[in-house]
């Protein structure tokens, strides 16, 4: 984690294109939160990467004065943990959607948590598909009635919390976009996390399903006294669905996934020939 010696200011960090999300959008909050937290950590912008895959989401690394790359549907995680395998100096973040994250980028959320890839991971979840016009997502509730779905939606809901847990995650915490102050403290935490850090942050679409109401009134913080060192203790909260807490579930330290390929680096040795391992395949 590269630093500045001076002090920005959020403003410094917002580049010349304006955000198109619809007025009221939780993203705006998500994006506050960011820019908070690059300043509070003095994070120097020319060694930050912020990695996006589709959707509404996925336009946020043009908003943020730093390094970005939109990429495909799905693959915000590959991509990231080429960046930061490429380049370890570098602040990595991936940003997604619920629909992004969870639907068709789902098969590469146990690797990147199981490898411990040293990324903060960003998933804006409003349950439902805003940027294609208001389809159920993977998160959406069951019974959930909308133009998408106007005899309601029968798929039962997956559990970000839960599956992260269970694919082993070192830090798992979840936020809300209208409580940006703690937002920001949790995308603190993931950055200084070394290793794969998740963070979902509950983030309305006000313009196909507006939550704000029904998360102000069912979500609350993780008790002090918890353990965030207790993976038990940590998924019998994931798992009490009808109250969504707010704070760090989970936080262990293990090698990072490039401190593994260095390790690997280092047995294989400066006689390494990529020509003689090639040989080795050969008939």
């Given at each position: 984690?590269?630093?500045?010696?001076?002090?920005?200011?959020?403003?410094?960090?917002?580049?010349?294109?304006?955000?198109?999300?619809?007025?009221?959008?939780?993203?705006?909050?998500?994006?506050?939160?960011?820019?908070k937290?690059?300043?509070?950590?003095?994070?120097?912008?020319?060694?930050?990467?912020?990695?996006?895959?589709?959707?509404?989401?996925?336009?946020?690394?043009?908003?943020?004065?730093?390094?970005?790359f939109?990429?495909?549907?799905?693959?915000?995680?590959?991509?990231?943990?080429g960046?930061?395998?490429?380049?370890?100096?570098?602040t990595?973040?991936?940003?997604?959607?619920?629909g992004?994250?969870?639907?068709?980028?789902?098969g590469?959320?146990?690797?990147?948590?199981?490898r411990?890839?040293d990324?903060t991971?960003?998933?804006?979840?409003?349950?439902?598909?805003?940027?294609?016009?208001?389809?159920?997502?993977?998160t959406?509730?069951?019974?959930?009635?909308?133009?998408?779905?106007?005899y309601?939606?029968?798929?039962a809901?997956?559990?970000?919390?839960?599956?992260v847990?269970s694919?082993?995650?070192?830090f798992?915490?979840r936020?809300?976009?209208s409580?940006?102050?703690?937002?920001?403290?949790?995308?603190?935490?993931?950055?200084?996390?070394p290793?794969f850090?998740?963070?979902?942050?509950i983030s309305?679409?006000?313009?196909?399903?507006?939550?704000?109401?029904?998360f102000k009134?069912?979500?609350?913080p993780?008790?002090?006294?918890h353990?965030?060192?207790?993976?038990?203790?940590?998924m019998?909260?994931?798992?009490?669905?009808?109250?969504?807490?707010?704070?760090v579930?989970y936080?262990?330290?293990?090698?990072?996934?490039?401190?593994?390929?260095?390790?690997?680096?280092?047995?294989?040795?400066?006689?390494?020939?990529l020509?003689?391992?090639?040989?080795?395949f050969?008939?």
């Open positions: 984690m590269i630093t500045l010696t001076e002090t920005l200011k959020p403003k410094d960090l917002k580049s010349d294109v304006k955000p198109i999300w619809c007025p009221g959008c939780g993203d705006f909050g998500v994006l506050n939160a960011l820019l937290a690059l300043t509070d950590l003095k994070l120097d912008p020319a060694h930050v990467a912020i990695a996006s895959g589709i959707g509404c989401s996925g336009r946020f690394p043009a908003f943020v004065n730093a390094y970005g939109h990429g495909v549907h799905g693959r915000v995680l590959p991509l990231a943990t960046i930061k395998l490429a380049n370890p100096e570098l990595v973040f991936a940003v997604g959607g619920d992004d994250a969870f639907s068709i980028g789902a590469h959320l146990p690797h990147a948590a199981r411990n890839v990324i991971y960003i998933v804006m979840d409003n349950e439902i598909y805003g940027l294609t016009k208001g389809q159920p997502s993977p959406s509730p069951l019974g959930m009635e909308k133009k998408a779905s106007p309601g939606t029968y798929d809901p997956l559990n970000p919390i839960a599956m847990l694919h082993g995650a070192t798992v915490a936020g809300f976009s409580q940006p102050r703690d937002l920001t403290e949790l995308i603190k935490r993931g950055v200084q996390h290793g850090a998740f963070i979902q942050a309305p679409c006000v313009t196909f399903y507006d939550t704000y109401a029904r009134e069912t979500t609350t993780i008790a002090e006294d353990d965030p060192a207790d993976r038990l203790a940590a019998k909260l994931a798992l009490e669905t009808n109250v969504q807490y707010l704070g579930f936080e262990e330290e293990r090698m990072s996934h490039h401190g593994g390929v260095g390790q690997v680096r280092d047995k294989a040795g400066a006689d390494f020939s020509e003689d391992l090639l040989k080795r050969e008939r």
